[in-house]
Structures are given as C-alpha cells and as structure tokens.
Antibody, heavy 127, light 107 residues
Framework: EVQLVESGGGLVKPGGSLRLSCAAS????????MNWVRQAPGKGLEWVSS????????YYADSVKGRFTISRDNAKNSLYLQMNSLRAEDTAVYYC????????????????????WGQGTLVTVSS | DIQLTQSPSFLSASVGDRVTITCRAS??????LAWYQQKPGKAPKLLIY???TLQSGVPSRFSGSGSGTEFTLTISSLQPEDFATYYC?????????FGPGTKVDIK
C-alpha cells in the first residue's frame, strides 16, 4: 500500500525556517518524481515544487522561489522541503504527492497527475 | 503561466442529479488535465487524468472530457459521498497550476 507521511510542521515566526519531511513507503520511491502542494486555510490548492526521481530536474512556484528548497534522499525513501524566510502568507497545510508514471510519446514524456497524497502537515507563520 | 478557471464556483444539487463542472485553460494544454476531489480536512483524491481516463478504483459515474482549453467533469448520478470540492489541474507545463475549485453542496 502506498503511504506518504509528512512531518515537521508547526508554528514559526516570520523570517524563520522550517524543514518538512515526507516518508514514503509501499512503492519504489527512487522511480517517481515527487511534489509539494499547499493549501492555505479555507483556500484552494497551490503547487509549490517538484523534483524528478534522480533530482536532476527541480521546479518551484514563483511564490517560493529563492526561499524554499526541495530535495530527496532515495536511500531513505524521503522527500524534504526546506523553507526559509517564511512569511505569513506561507501559512498552509503542506502535502507531499507522488507523480503518476509519465506518459511518453515521440521521445517526450509528460506528467499526468498526482496519484497519491499524504495527510498533510500544518505550517503556521505568525509572531 | 497557464491559468485555470472553473465554473461554477459553487453548485447546489440533489442526490441523483447529473452534475457538470467546467475547467478552462488560458492556453492550450492538449489533454494534460487532471481532476481531484477533496473533502473537508482530507487530502485531495485523484479522480481523472489525461482529461478522460478514470483513475483505478474511482466509480464509473465520474467521467471527464475535453482537450485544448475546455474540459468538463461530469458526475452522472450524484451520490451522498460526492458532496465535496473539485479541482482541475494542468500538467502541460511547469508550473502545475490548479483551478480555484468548485464546491458541490447538498440542495
């Protein structure tokens, strides 16, 4: 059974840092791209960052670029999100999500969906 | 960046109703669109990917269609467990933007 378990959330002051972790099990972690998605209280979903299976490709939303760093440790089946210079608007539940196997055609491969999600961890940025 | 809009934002319906939600992209995204269902306090659940392919285990009353810039999610006969918020997501290009959501409530 695929399981994703986030941890590391909590209360932090503006300008502070936090490191989120996502422990994966039930699948070959090193074969999948992974993602972080967040949801502010009462709001919709916002994609935050993605990392390819070997960490060769990394992408960020403009809202977090330069402040957040995504990483993974395939030996530990773990995904991370280092969050620095936190702002009040970063307050949200943070989910890790697995990328569905890509669709490949004509030499190109495409993302199709996020098929498994963790339960989320709440990050609150407040003084 | 590709922007997604969803209509309606809110929908009130009864058990047994046929429900249709529309998602529009600001530019063509081929068929790289997914639909998710989210219930309060829970993580999103994948319903449909590649615009029209049903995720394993999802009831057949859910269906998706469209390509390019206009997509629809249809629930053929609304069940009590379907009252939730539905989001579309484009995966044609980074960044993987989500639509603003459609809340389906009990009439």
């Amino acid at each position: 059974e695929v399981q994703l378990v986030e941890s590391g959330g909590g209360l932090v002051k503006p300008g502070g840092s936090l490191r989120l972790s996502c422990a994966a099990s039930g699948f070959t972690f090193s074969s999948y791209s992974m993602n972080w998605v967040r949801q502010a209280p009462g709001k919709g979903l916002e994609w935050v960052s993605s990392i390819s299976s070997s960490s060769s490709y990394i992408y960020y939303a403009d809202s977090v670029k330069g402040r957040f760093t995504i990483s993974r440790d395939n030996a530990k089946n773990s995904l991370y999100l280092q969050m620095n210079s936190l702002r009040a608007e970063d307050t949200a539940v943070y989910y890790c999500a697995r990328d569905r196997p890509k669709y490949c055609s004509g030499g190109s491969c495409y993302h199709t969906a996020f098929d498994y999600w963790g339960q989320g961890t709440l990050v609150t940025v407040s003084s | 960046d590709i922007q997604l809009t969803q209509s309606p934002s809110f929908l009130s319906a009864s058990v047994g109703d046929r429900v249709t939600i529309t998602c529009r992209a600001s530019q063509g995204i081929s068929s790289y669109l997914a639909w998710y269902q989210q219930k309060p306090g829970k993580a999103p659940k994948l319903l449909i990917y590649a615009a029209s392919t049903l995720q394993s285990g999802v009831p057949s009353r859910f269906s998706g269609s469209g390509s390019g810039t206009e997509f629809t999610l249809t629930i053929s006969s609304l069940q009590p467990e379907d009252f939730a918020t539905y989001y579309c997501q484009q995966l044609n290009s980074y960044r993987f933007t989500f639509g603003p959501g459609t809340k389906v409530d009990i009439k």
